[in-house]
């Protein structure tokens, strides 16, 4: 599984309405008014992207994002 953010248009609820019908296998991990986590098997971002009336965007995530204690204790290993 790999984890993507799609970016939402005007009307959110619409959008990830569209990305549960065109994504087989899609969890939406997280949303809000102008994005979405989704969890789903390797996409090619461009050809959904095409197929998506209400999405802007869609980026691969890389990297899981970190707290603020985790980065703290990051640095606090780094030299100098």
């Known amino acids: 599984m790999e984890t993507y953010i799609f970016i939402l248009g005007n009307h959110p609820k619409l959008s990830l309405a569209e990305i549960r019908a065109?994504?087989?296998?899609a969890r939406i991990s997280y949303y809000d008014e102008t994005s979405a986590f989704v969890e789903a098997e390797k996409?090619?971002?461009?050809?959904?992207?095409?197929?998506?009336?209400?999405?802007?965007?869609?980026g691969?995530?890389?990297?899981?994002?970190?707290?603020?204690?985790s980065l703290?204790?990051?640095?606090?290993?780094?030299?100098g």
Not at 22 to 25: E, L, Q, R
Not at 60 to 69: E, F, M, N, R, T
Not at 72 to 79: N, R, W, Y
């Open 22 to 25: 065109k994504v087989s296998g």
């Open 60 to 69: 691969k995530v890389l990297h899981a994002p970190i707290g603020a204690q």
């Open 72 to 79: 703290a204790d990051i640095l606090k290993e780094c030299p």
């Open 43 to 58: 996409l090619d971002s461009a050809k959904v992207l095409r197929s998506l009336g209400g999405t802007i965007k869609i």
